[in-house]
């Protein structure tokens, strides 16, 4: 296991439709987040699901974004309806439970650009 | 989270010690520092992490000051490669967002040959 993967790297879509993002976390960690990054800004914390329950959600930016663990393992992140402003780099992160205080590993994000 | 505050930018000549400071004032008993850097269009990377003592591990140390309300980060021999945004986050472990880090703007180190 080489660590977080996300796909796509990049999408571009237009103004109005939906995209959906995937993220395999490293196969052993239970805690797997999204962040979203604007330009010249530091990500910014979205959701957060421990093994497959969505424990925090409120920071989800507005009812048009939806993230989904089924299995606890992979995630999806969908953004219905999509607007310019949506346009950043959604990364995605895993951490394990059994270690207090581990660091996240991130993935390499995936670049939305909505035209 | 206590907030942090780091200056937006810093230079640092090529294998040379890199400092990052990163102010803390009000940071609470049980809140650990976190340093974090993000290498242009990667991912944030983890670096290293304390709660009082001093830290160091085969990227970088981490000096905490003795009230706790600041911290450095330093680089002892800098490299091209250390060109990145350094972030210092505080986070109570854990919290209803789990381990979810509040990133700021962090610092953009440039390393010069």
């Known amino acids: 296991d080489t660590g977080v993967s996300q796909n796509p790297r990049h999408k571009i879509t237009k103004r109005g439709q939906n995209v959906t993002f995937r993220c395999d976390p490293i196969?052993?960690?239970?805690?797997l987040y999204w962040y979203r990054q604007t330009l010249g800004q530091g990500p910014e914390f979205l959701t957060y699901?421990?093994?497959?329950?969505?424990?925090?959600k409120s920071r989800l930016l507005s009812d048009r974004f939806s993230a989904e663990r089924p299995k606890g393992s992979f995630s999806t992140l969908e953004i219905q309806r999509t607007e310019q402003g949506d346009s950043a780099m959604y990364l995605c992160?895993?951490?394990?439970?059994?270690?207090?205080?581990?660091?996240?590993?991130f993935g390499q994000g995936t670049r939305l650009t909505v035209v | 989270d206590a907030k942090t505050t780091q200056p937006p930018s810093m230079d640092c000549a090529e294998g040379r010690a890199a400092n990052l400071p990163c102010n803390h004032s009000?940071?609470?008993?049980?809140?650990?520092v976190y340093w974090y850097r993000q290498i242009h269009s990667q991912g944030p990377q983890y670096i290293i992490h304390?709660?009082?003592n001093n830290e160091t591990n085969e990227m970088a140390s981490l000096i905490i000051t003795e009230d706790r309300k600041s911290s450095t980060l330093i680089l002892p021999h800098a490299t091209l490669r250390d060109t990145a945004v350094y972030y210092c986050?505080?986070?109570?472990?854990?919290?209803?967002?789990?381990?979810?880090?509040?990133f700021g703007k962090g610092t953009s180190l440039l390393v010069t040959p």
């Open positions: 304390g709660l009082k």
């Open positions: 196969s052993e960690h239970n805690r």
């Open positions: 986050i505080v986070r109570v472990s854990p919290s209803n967002s789990g381990y979810a880090l509040n």
């Open positions: 009000t940071i609470s008993g049980n809140e650990y």
């Open positions: 992160a895993s951490s394990s439970q059994l270690r207090r205080n581990t660091e996240a590993f």
């Open positions: 699901f421990q093994n497959e329950a969505q424990l925090e």
